[in-house]
């Protein structure tokens, strides 16, 4: 079993919550005119963004 510092557990989060975040943000862009479903991915991405500021 491989063995992690925190340091690099951090890393690993905050590097997801950046990928979740432009996910969501690319499928508000796709979604534009659709407004439930921008709203959502919108909220979506900045949740994900909030994430990461709780791992830095």
């Known amino acids: 079993m ?4 925190v340091g690099e557990i951090v890393e690993q989060a905050v590097q997801t919550e950046k990928l979740g975040y432009a ?9 534009e005119k659709d407004g439930k479903l921008n709203k ?10 909030v994430h990461e500021k709780v791992f830095s």
Not at 2 to 5: L, V
Not at 40 to 49: D, G, I, Y
């Open 2 to 5: 491989e063995r992690f510092s």
């Open 23 to 31: 996910f969501y943000t690319s499928l508000a862009k796709r979604f």
């Open 40 to 49: 959502l991915f919108q909220s979506l991405a900045l949740k994900e963004r």
